[in-house]
């Protein structure tokens, strides 16, 4: 929390207009993050939309309905652009039992939605597990911060001039989501918001503490944000790390 987060920046280098197209796609140091608009009024995945998808995802998505229906198709198609970056042969990315996306072989992916965009994040496994999420900026809610911030992240909020108080918390929250996603494939459980600890630095940086009650790991994260005209995006990348050997 020592410097504010940087301000909105516009991330995007080739705009692309409409729903259901590319919103931005970046290149970040986790992996290719791609964005698309979504409809935010309900109604059916048209036809020339779910032929960009794979014919898994399409058999998948059939078993969908109304927003979720719309938000799931929105985030196989940003993981699909996404791929395309790092390979030529499209390939699923069907959903795990426990929700998380379940990647081609090789490749660890994540993904986000809000009503008006869906966010795909895809990377090398061999970089670690990702995570991803994105985040409308309003409207505020201040008075989850004792929920989502541990009690140092919230000594630290509080002596926080008020208009910063809720684009941090906000940025803590979406970190920690980001931190859920990719660890939850590692440790298999609940992981709770008092589990991790940020410090939020310049340019976009985090550094990551985690306390887990189940002792697991240890795991080097990598944690990163970015604001966006009306949203806020993190990643998390996490590697379990060899520990020193014992004497
Ligand atoms: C699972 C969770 C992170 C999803 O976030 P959300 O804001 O509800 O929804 P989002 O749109 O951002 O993300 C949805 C995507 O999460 C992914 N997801 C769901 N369960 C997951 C899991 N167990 N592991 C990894 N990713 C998962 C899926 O890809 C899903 O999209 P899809 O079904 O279209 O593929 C959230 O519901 C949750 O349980 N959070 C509390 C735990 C937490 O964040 N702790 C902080 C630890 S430091």
Redesign the pocket.
């Known amino acids: 929390m020592s410097s504010p987060p940087p301000p909105a920046v516009t991330a995007d280098p080739e705009p692309t207009h409409g729903v259901w197209s590319r919103a931005f796609q970046l290149a970040i140091p986790h992996g290719i993050v791609v964005g698309i608009q979504l409809p935010t009024e309900p109604g059916p995945i048209p036809h020339e939309v779910s032929q960009r998808l794979h014919p898994k995802e399409r058999a998948a998505g059939l078993e969908l309905s109304g927003a979720r229906q719309i938000?799931?198709t929105g985030?196989?198609l940003a993981l699909q652009l996404a791929l395309k970056r790092l390979r030529s042969r499209r390939q699923p990315?069907l959903?795990?039992p426990?929700?998380?996306?379940q990647a081609p072989q090789g490749l660890f992916a994540?993904?986000?939605?809000?009503r008006d965009l869906?966010v795909g994040l895809v990377g090398q496994e061999t970089a670690g597990s990702l995570?991803v999420?994105?985040e409308t900026v309003i409207p505020e809610r201040n008075h989850l911060a004792p929920r989502i911030l541990t009690p140092g992240e919230l000594q630290r909020w509080q002596a926080l001039p008020e208009d910063r108080r809720w684009p941090v918390l906000l940025t803590h929250f979406s970190i920690?989501?980001s931190?859920?996603?990719?660890?939850?494939?590692m440790v298999d459980r609940?992981?709770?918001?008092h589990?991790?600890e940020l410090d939020l630095g310049p340019n976009g940086s985090a550094q990551v503490t985690l306390h887990l009650t189940q002792g697991e790991g240890p795991f080097e994260v990598q944690a990163r944000y970015l604001w966006l005209d009306q949203h806020l995006l993190t990643t998390a990348r996490i590697r379990k790390v060899q520990p020193p050997p014992s004497r």
Not at 98 to 101: L, Y
Not at 179 to 185: E, Q, R, S, T, V
């Open positions: 938000q799931w985030g196989r990315f959903s795990q426990s929700g998380a996306v994540s993904v986000s939605h809000k869906a995570g999420d994105v920690k989501e931190i859920y996603k990719a660890l939850h494939p609940y992981v709770g918001f589990e991790a």
